[in-house]
């Protein structure tokens, strides 16, 4: 384990953050480049070895503190029956979810021993994972999930899934029982803890995500109290209630269009991880580091709570193409400027 991350769940103060990205593993790194050369991304996700290959290499070349499950967010759905195939243009699924084909989803006991390659994976990378490193899992937000199910993407004004609230009910009584298992067989396999990753949330208003997605957050956060971080693409703190901000949370990521004092501001809700814009890793080198200099320096006036809570890292995750010296930049420097 990090003691630097195991600081920041456990407030203990610390005057050096812990680093991660999102999609730290990826097709930006030559590692995976490598790898993607013998294998289809299915096998790198589905065969545990590979897994763990895979989300080591990012920790052992850049020397982030935490490692994260290489998985991908959608394979629920293909437990579910869902079909699922990577493709050139993106992920695709068999059908489309909508109140006739409901009947047609799998039980979710299927889909929960399906999933089990997930928590195989989490054991066999923390088996060639440093010890002084720590491993988180992650799952798809569940709003998220029901959008791909029935948009078959997450793009657009996502009218059929905003349309239609019953049917996101209706299709959780499968899917949250699957969450929720996989949640578990991940802890039980060396996950510290678990993100969530709702990248649709931000799409809906801070209305209906309170009148409709927070409530089952809230039960998963207390189920699995101090277990369970959350970070949803495009949302802002009018989303969150006082409820959901008061869930014993393990933390929050926050994407580049926060102000990071405003994600502190929200007292009770664990570790804030962020939130430097990932684009700006496209920069020639020396407006690059000026701007995580300017972004570095801005936090480094933040009061020592602040920075206690802070697990360092980007808006939302390493872009493909992402120039690997700038990633190797921003963790050196940020382990400079809070040695």
């Known amino acids: ?15 050096s953050p812990p680093i991660w990205f999102m999609r730290q593993a ?20 589905k065969k545990p ?6 989300a080591r290499g990012p920790v052992a070349d850049f020397d982030f503190d935490v490692a994260i499950l290489f998985s991908d967010i959608l394979f629920p759905l293909e437990g579910l029956g869902m079909g699922l195939a990577y493709t050139e243009q993106g992920p695709k699924l068999s059908f489309q979810l909508d109140p006739s084909n409901l009947s047609k989803l799998n039980p979710a006991q299927q889909a929960i021993d399906f999933l089990k390659f997930q928590s195989e994976a989490l054991q066999a990378t923390r088996q060639v994972l440093s010890q002084d490193k720590s491993l988180i899992g992650f799952v798809g ?40 298992a996989n949640i578990a067989n991940q802890l039980a396999s060396g996950a510290e803890l678990v993100m969530i990753f709702d990248t649709a949330a931000g799409e809906v208003s801070p209305t209906f ?11 998963i956060a207390d ?3 101090g277990k369970i971080g959350y970070y949803s693409k495009g949302t802002n703190s009018a989303h969150f209630s006082s409820s959901m901000v008061a869930a014993p949370w393990a933390g929050f990521g926050v994407d580049h269009r926060w102000n990071l004092q405003n994600a502190f501001q929200l007292k009770n809700t664990g570790f804030v991880q962020g939130n430097f814009d990932q684009a700006l890793l496209f920069q020639d080198s020396d407006n690059f580091k000026k ?23 980007l808006g939302h995750g390493v872009l493909p193409k992402t120039p690997e010296a700038h990633v190797r930049y921003f963790v050196q420097q940020a382990r400079q400027v809070f040695p």
């Open 49 to 54: 070895e590979l897994a763990a290959e895979v």
């Open 223 to 225: 189920q699995f109290p």
């Open 1 to 15: 384990m990090n003691q630097k991350f195991q600081n920041v769940i456990n407030k203990i103060p610390q005057k």
């Open 291 to 313: 701007s995580l200099n300017h972004y570095l320096t801005k936090i480094k006036e933040y009061s020592q709570q602040d920075i206690s809570r802070w697990v360092c890292g």
């Open 141 to 180: 937000g569940l709003w998220t999930l029901y959008v791909y199910a029935v948009e078959g993407s997450h793009a657009g004004s996502l009218i059929k899934s905003k349309s239609n609230p019953k049917l996101f009910h209706d299709f959780l009584k499968v899917l949250f029982p699957v969450m929720k």
């Open 209 to 219: 995500f309170q009148t409709e997605i927070e409530k089952y957050l809230i039960e």
């Open 26 to 45: 990826g097709r930006y790194h030559n590692h995976y480049q490598k790898l993607r050369e013998k294998y289809s991304f299915e096998l790198l996700c």
